[in-house]
């Protein structure tokens, strides 16, 4: 019989840091959606520093340009949940302006990138230290719709991207620890006596989403499927 555990820690978790207010869900069209976009942007990344075949940096531009247009109004939304101001309006003045980078001066695109590494570290620095896990969701998706925006932004105004890299690294590992959901290992017979034994994890993520699996790592990345913890396991091998 499956049931959803009591949150273990909560109250060691809200003795210290700082908590953001909760806020409401976009529809989970919206967010399938952003996490499509944002692993998307981070592939083309990817596939530009890889070199060889792969895009060139007006190209790479232009993909992931392109990719956030056609999904801007999903990708504001969800950056419109972020609680901190600051982080919201650098986020979405991001998304705005990455569109027309190649129109920048020079003076003006060195600007635009140090701006956006601003974004991302301080949704960075407020990861690391909210309580609330809708606040950490809602951080990790602001800090890595930019993150991809302001490493191209770097690259194109001759800027270095590893610390950028770094910051990005320790961010994401945050958030993949922070939305770790609360997990059971359950005996989906309900052990009734004769019937064979099949056990599995029945994992809960803040959201409500489930996720049931042989393994508990399975279970766990099925349950936050939805939430920016999947963003964050598929950014790390691309910043590696």
Do not use: W
């Amino acid at each position: 019989m499956k049931r959803r555990l009591t949150r273990i820690g909560t109250a060691a978790l809200m003795a210290v840091g700082v908590t953001l207010p909760l806020t409401a869900q976009p529809a989970q069209a919206d967010v399938l959606t952003v996490i499509a976009v944002v692993k998307q942007i981070y592939s083309v990344y990817q596939q530009f520093t890889a070199g060889g075949s792969g895009p060139s940096l007006e190209q790479a531009i232009q993909q992931i340009t392109g990719a956030i247009q056609s999904s801007r109004d999903a990708i504001v939304s969800q950056i419109d949940l972020v609680a901190t101001a600051g982080v919201q309006a650098c986020a979405t003045s991001a998304v705005i302006n990455f569109a027309d980078i190649d129109a920048l001066s020079p003076d003006n695109l060195q600007a635009f990138a140090v701006d956006t590494t601003s974004c991302v570290t301080q949704a960075k620095s407020l990861v690391d230290v909210v309580t609330d896990k809708a606040a950490t969701d809602n951080l990790g998706f602001a800090m890595n719709v930019v993150g991809p925006l302001a490493l191209m932004a770097r690259t194109k105004a001759g800027l270095t991207t590893p610390s950028l890299k770094g910051v990005l690294v320790a961010g994401n590992n945050t958030v993949i620890n922070k939305l770790i959901p609360d997990c059971q290992l359950i005996d989906l017979n309900g052990g009734e006596p004769g019937a064979p034994h099949i056990y599995r994890y029945d994992c809960f993520a803040y959201n409500g989403d489930e996720g049931l699996a042989k393994l508990q790592p399975a279970a766990q990345d099925k349950a936050t499927r939805n939430t920016s913890r999947a963003v964050a396991q598929a950014a790390l091998p691309q910043l590696a």
